[in-house]
């Protein structure tokens, strides 16, 4: 491989005396970077630079194509790396009161094939990068870039080879470091079958994925490494490599919540036990409290989610979700919950169907009917000061925070689009209780309102925990 001084193309700062040397600052870089690699062999500056010489090349690294491969056949690569940097800029900003350096690059790469001259692939790199001086921010952006292009010359060269055997859920190899396997790397594996027709005549040949391993050993000549995914790995099978990906997914759909109260026996208090809640026998303020026949949740709460996810995180069956749901009853909002969920994806039909099963954590608003607030602000009058504490309304809302499991069925209709369905069981104990009253009147004679906290000392809010099933549908967007 030969890697051609970039050219520098962009408006360049009044104290950048010598442009050249930003691209030969990223060459370098790549030099060094590509032999870390070691799968390529990569011709010395000192030899390339001769050849441009000898054929009249710009040393500004502003060659055609042609004229680079032509470079390239002469010292013996086969793989031509030309740039061009197309924005480039360095400055001080402040930032927490201090001031940093920020330093930005953007340049359009290409891999010519030295036979043919042809471009095999075309990249756009950009990076951003702050640093505590000019020359280390510019340091970082040109490391930055040159990594970027190494992920291109990965996913154009990616590493090949096949499994030597399989000792119980240890896959070795038929290459080691000395091809540049390192511990850490992930490889997808094939099976070849070949494609006949009814008569028999062989037609070609096909590749089935059968898993995804990831390395734990490198030795100079084999490597081991760990099954992460399996479809049917066997010892023979093809081994290409595969970098780490993530898809991430947007979407929504539909939900049902039936939300109920249930007594919280082991949180019980004995304020419940002598002075059941009715409003016969609400009488003092240590003795309020909470009693599920007192007030009516939504019996039925419909609504519907937004969602972010991540999808088979670095390959792996576990992904993770970011959820917004609203629920919905009579026409009116009863609940806002903000879920964050984990789950591992079962796969019973490879980039098909899985199964996730997972665990969550909510935080979020709740609100109920209550048909005693008229006797819960009374008792309330002189903690919250107020000369008029009639309620707004006979509802009472509160914050939870809460947890779910859930279980469920994931479809691929077609590429980049899942539909989903799942149900679990979400339980939200209720953090604190407000409740909305009115608090005499503006300049214009109208009511004006105000939400309290109701204080846990008048209403256990422990007595009782609002749960209940959780089903939904909904589709998702993966890229």
């Known amino acids: 491989m030969a890697i051609m001084p970039f050219a520098f193309n962009a408006a360049a700062p009044d104290w950048l005396t010598d442009k050249e040397s930003v691209g030969q600052g990223i060459t370098d870089k790549l030099n060094v970077a590509i032999a870390e690699l070691g799968r390529f062999e990569v011709v010395e500056r000192v030899r390339l630079n001769d050849v441009m010489q000898e054929q009249a090349l710009a040393q500004s690294g502003v060659v055609s194509d042609s004229a680079a491969a032509q470079a390239g056949n002469v010292t013996g690569a086969e793989l031509i790396v030309t740039g061009a940097i197309n924005m480039f800029s360095v400055g001080p900003e402040q930032s927490d009161n201090k001031t940093i350096y920020r330093s930005r690059i953007s340049m359009s790469v290409r891999f010519i094939d030295a036979t043919t001259t042809l471009v095999k692939k075309a990249a756009q790199i950009e990076t951003d990068q702050t640093g505590s001086s000019a020359s280390d921010a ?15 010359i990965k996913l154009l060269y990616p590493l090949k ?38 008569a028999g005549k062989v037609l070609g040949t096909e590749q089935k994925e059968t898993g995804i391993i990831k390395v734990t050993y490198a030795d100079s000549n084999f490597a081991k490494a760990r099954v992460i ?56 303020p240590d003795t309020i409290g909470l009693n599920p026949a007192d007030f009516a949740a939504a019996s039925v709460a419909m609504g519907g989610f937004v969602h972010l996810e991540l999808f088979e995180i670095n390959n792996t069956p576990f992904s993770t979700q970011f959820l917004f749901n609203f629920l919905l009853s009579n026409g009116d909002v009863h609940g806002l919950l903000m879920d964050w969920n984990g789950q591992y994806d079962l796969r019973l039909i490879p980039e098909r169907l899985w199964i996730p099963v997972g665990l969550g954590i909510s935080y979020g608003w ?12 009374a008792h309330l009058k002189n903690a919250l000061y107020v000369n008029d504490y009639e309620p707004t309304a006979n509802e009472l809302s509160g914050t939870t925070f809460g947890g779910m499991a859930f279980a469920g069925l994931r479809l691929r209709i077609v590429d980049h689009v899942d539909v989903l369905a799942q149900a679990g069981f979400r339980i939200h104990p209720i953090m604190d209780w407000n409740i909305e009253y009115k608090n005499g009147t503006d300049s214009n004679g109208k009511d004006k309102t105000e939400d309290a906290k109701v204080p846990a000392g008048y209403l256990p809010f422990l007595d009782v925990m609002p749960m209940g099933v959780d089903v939904r549908a909904g589709v998702s967007f993966t890229f």
Not at 164 to 193: C, E, H, N, P
């Open 161 to 198: 080879c096949s499994i030597a055997k399989i000792d119980g859920k240890t896959v070795y190899l038929t290459m080691g470091s000395a091809m540049g396997i390192k511990v850490g790397m992930q490889f997808k594996t094939w099976q070849r079958t070949t494609v006949t027709d009814n």
């Open 138 to 152: 510019q340091f970082k952006t040109m490391s930055d870039a040159s990594k970027q292009i190494i992920e291109q």
């Open 229 to 284: 995914k399996d479809q049917g790995i066997r010892a023979a099978d093809e081994v290409e490599e595969a970098p780490a990906r993530t898809r991430v997914g947007i979407g929504g759909g539909f939900s049902y919540f039936p939300i109920s109260m249930k007594k919280a026996a082991a949180m019980d208090s004995i304020a419940y036990i002598l002075a059941p809640r009715t409003p016969d026998t609400i009488g003092t």
């Open 366 to 377: 709740l609100k109920y009917d209550y048909e005693n607030a008229q006797e819960l602000l």
